[in-house]
């Protein structure tokens, strides 16, 4: 472990204060696997999560294939992250991967994958690493590849003592990959819209996994992604009522 990292907190604690008592934060060098069909807010969640580690002094790497730099700047500063002077700072390092468009093939899968993976352990490490979305990339890549990838990733936490989340859609995988791939992790969140009686339609996510977190009070929890302010708890009496 790097002695920058030993004097850290064990907990990386959300920036949602309701989130993070539900979850009991997530622990230092763990591997996370956050699961959701589009628009369920595995993005949301990440953010919440990086917001927390900067908060706490970790360095965070957001490796997205889904918007730019700047976007995510200021999707982030529209969710209350205030994350421009950790961007400028060089404690935020992100990483747009401009995917779309390639011409694709199981080879250049394989390519891309090696290269993150050199790139992560390298140039690119840090105490946090999210990856938002691992799912272009499964869809490309064979089986073998994706799960040799994920091991890779695996051993960089257990050697380095770092913290990884991972985004992925579960439509782009088969039963038995998934599988495979929730094994490998030490954390698992599923997330879910789901529609309330009064017809309102809200986010949940369910703790499937999560090991060495404090004290997850729940499995879990309701919430709604609001403007300015991030991701609300809502309170059990408001998802019944
Ligand atoms: N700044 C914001 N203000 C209000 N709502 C927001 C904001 N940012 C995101 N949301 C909402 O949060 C919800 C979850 O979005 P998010 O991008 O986290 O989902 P996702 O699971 O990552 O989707 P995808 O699979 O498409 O990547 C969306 O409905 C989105 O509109
Ligand atoms: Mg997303």
């Given at each position: 472990?790097s002695?920058a990292?030993?004097?850290k907190p064990?907990?990386?604690?959300l920036?949602?204060?309701?989130?993070?008592r539900?979850?009991?934060?997530?622990?230092?060098s763990?591997?996370?696997?956050l699961?959701?069909e589009?628009?369920?807010?595995?993005?949301v969640?990440?953010?919440d999560?990086?917001?927390?580690?900067?908060q706490?002094?970790?360095?965070?790497?957001y490796?997205?294939?889904?918007m730019?730099a700047?976007?995510?700047?200021?999707?982030?500063?529209s969710?209350s992250w205030?994350?421009?002077p950790?961007?400028?700072?060089g404690?935020?390092?992100?990483t747009?991967l401009h995917?779309?468009?390639?011409?694709?093939?199981e080879?250049?899968a394989?390519?891309?994958?090696?290269v993150?993976?050199n790139?992560?352990?390298n140039?690119?490490?840090?105490?946090v690493?999210i990856?938002?979305?691992l799912?272009?990339f499964?869809t490309?890549?064979?089986?073998?590849?994706l799960?040799?990838f994920l091991s890779?990733?695996?051993?960089?936490v257990?050697e380095?003592?770092s913290?990884?989340?991972?985004t992925v859609?579960?439509?782009a995988?088969d039963?038995?990959?998934l599988i495979r791939?929730?094994?490998?992790c030490?954390g698992?969140?599923?997330?879910?819209?789901k529609?309330?009686?009064?017809s309102e339609i809200?986010?949940?996510l369910e703790i499937l996994?999560?090991?060495g977190?404090s004290?997850a009070?729940?499995?879990?929890?309701?919430f709604?992604?609001v403007?300015?302010m991030?991701i609300?708890?809502l309170?059990?009496?408001?998802?019944?009522?």
């Open positions: 472990m002695q990292l030993e004097s064990k907990l990386i604690h920036a949602s204060n309701e989130l993070d539900i979850m009991g934060g997530i622990p230092v763990s591997m996370n696997l699961e959701g589009n628009d369920t807010g595995k993005s969640l990440a953010q999560i990086v917001w927390g580690a900067l706490s002094g970790f360095t965070v790497r490796i997205t294939s889904e730019t700047p976007a995510l700047v200021s999707q982030m500063e969710l205030d994350v421009g950790s961007y400028i700072r404690d935020l390092r992100i747009a995917v779309k468009g390639l011409n694709w093939d080879g250049m394989r390519y891309f994958l090696t993150i993976s790139f992560i352990k140039k690119g490490s840090a105490d690493i990856f938002d979305s799912t272009y499964a490309k890549s064979s089986p073998e590849d799960l040799n890779n990733l695996r051993n960089y257990d380095r003592k913290t990884v989340v991972v859609h579960p439509f995988f039963g038995n990959q791939i929730r094994s490998i030490d698992h969140i599923l997330m879910k819209i529609t309330l009686p009064s809200v986010r949940s996994k999560l090991r977190a004290k009070s729940d499995n879990s929890a309701t709604k992604v403007p300015d991030g609300k708890v309170p059990y009496t408001a998802v019944k009522a």
